[in-house]
């Protein structure tokens, strides 16, 4: 009785545990996107390489953006921002990231 106990809890567990689909991360890629393309002020703006997933216990991922900054003093100088996307609440965080990423 105990075995049969056993083996329906762990076939509980394990449906329980799917993976997502496609589509759930192509929607969740264009959510991280657009919410980092939102906040950024760089001109002709776009995301530089692919996404930095981090463990669900951290629950970010990291996007590059890059650029040109709008300011005229800064004349059209190329920038980098890196933007921290928490997934659970959809929430994005923009900083400048040019000394993490120097142009050339």
Aim: aromatic share 4%; net charge positive; charged share 20%.
């Amino acid at each position: 009785m105990k075995v049969t106990r056993i083996l329906v809890l762990a076939s509980l567990v394990a449906g329980s545990a799917q993976a997502s689909s496609d589509a759930a991360w192509q929607a969740q890629d264009k959510q991280q996107r657009e919410a980092c393309l939102a906040l950024s002020h760089l001109q002709n703006k776009k995301v530089l390489g692919s996404p930095v997933l981090f463990d669900d216990s951290v629950g970010y991922t990291a996007l590059m953006i890059g650029g040109t900054y709008a300011q005229k003093h800064m004349k059209g100088k190329p920038g980098r921002e890196l933007c921290l996307f928490e997934r659970k609440t959809g929430k994005a965080a923009l900083s400048e990231a040019d000394s993490l990423m120097p142009i050339r």
